[in-house]
């Protein structure tokens, strides 16, 4: 499973690269710097979309106590991590020139930053807690409880009179140029790829650290050497 | 459009390529430690299995 999300995430990004650099027209008001908007979203909904996704894994593991959804949590944590870092990162880069300031202390920018440290919050959680299961539980706490943040940002641009501009792609149609919605979706598919990807891969050497004491992880080990 | 051109972003080249250019590092780093955790794991486990031959 990893390599085949791993493949099609990597020919999606070139696609997606592709269209926001060459197919992809100069805005009419931002020029060429909008061009960061084919990473700066993607990063920002998957921060978001995988938050939501860590939260239910998590959710899961402490209703039923299933082991490995508590796991699959702790896989995602430290990708969206990234991708909320990636997301104030590539905003800063965008804000100075179209903005004149790298940071404000808006509505959307604002939530934002939390999610990234209830991310780091939960993987700090989680580690400071020698007992797994234990550890499991206090975070799953922490992950539902944060998750209250995520519509506030999704609707801070709508509640709050912000900086930040509203969404451009809305159900009842979009203020977007055909190929600079294409660029972006395509990017979007390819983080999202990548990030199954990754996480996956991730998920698989924690299942083997904490399981490194059964039988069957011995029995695997048998058959590899 | 020349490569000069490209590259030079209209004025914004620094801002551009700071955004994908940090993606692409964030990218690279953090499949560089996930697969170097399972390197670890599997190392350990190895080790663990050798152990308990002796």
């Known amino acids: 499973m990893v390599p085949w999300f791993a493949c099609s995430a990597a020919i999606m990004f070139v696609a997606g690269l592709y269209i926001s650099f060459f197919v992809a027209p100069t805005d009419i008001q931002q020029g060429e710097a909008y061009r960061i908007m084919f990473i700066h979203v ?50 800063a880069l965008w804000g100075k020139p179209m903005w004149g300031a790298w940071w404000v202390w808006d509505a959307r920018l604002t939530s934002e930053l939390i999610l990234l440290f209830l991310y780091l919050g939960f993987i700090a959680l989680h580690a400071s807690i020698d007992d797994p299961r234990r550890a499991d539980r206090a975070s799953a ?22 900086l930040h501009q509203g969404a451009s792609v809305k159900l009842t149609g979009t203020s977007m140029h055909v190929a600079m919605q294409q660029g972006m979706y395509t990017m979007m598919l390819a983080v999202w790829l990548y990030a199954i990807a990754v996480s996956l891969l991730r998920v698989r050497s924690i299942i083997l650290e904490r399981e490194s004491k059964t039988q069957w992880v011995s029995e695997l080990m048998e058959i590899k050497r | 459009m020349n490569w000069g051109e490209f590259f030079a972003m209209n004025g914004y080249a620094w801002y551009i390529w700071g955004s994908f250019g940090m993606a692409l590092l964030v990218f690279i780093v953090e499949i560089v430690m996930v697969r170097h955790r399972r390197a670890l794991i599997l190392q350990q486990l190895h080790l663990m299995g050798n152990a308990e031959d002796l």
Request: glycine content about 6%; proline content about 4%.
């Open chain 1, 141 to 162: 706490l922490l992950a539902i409880i944060g998750s209250v943040n995520v519509p506030i940002i999704y609707f801070s641009v709508q509640w709050w009179n912000t």
């Open chain 1, 42 to 91: 993607p990063a920002s909904i998957l921060s978001m979309f995988i938050y939501l996704v860590m939260a239910g894994y998590a959710a899961l593991g402490l209703i039923f106590n299933t082991r490995l959804s508590s796991m699959m949590a702790s896989a995602l944590a430290p990708t969206g991590a990234l991708l909320a870092f990636l997301s104030l990162w590539t905003g």
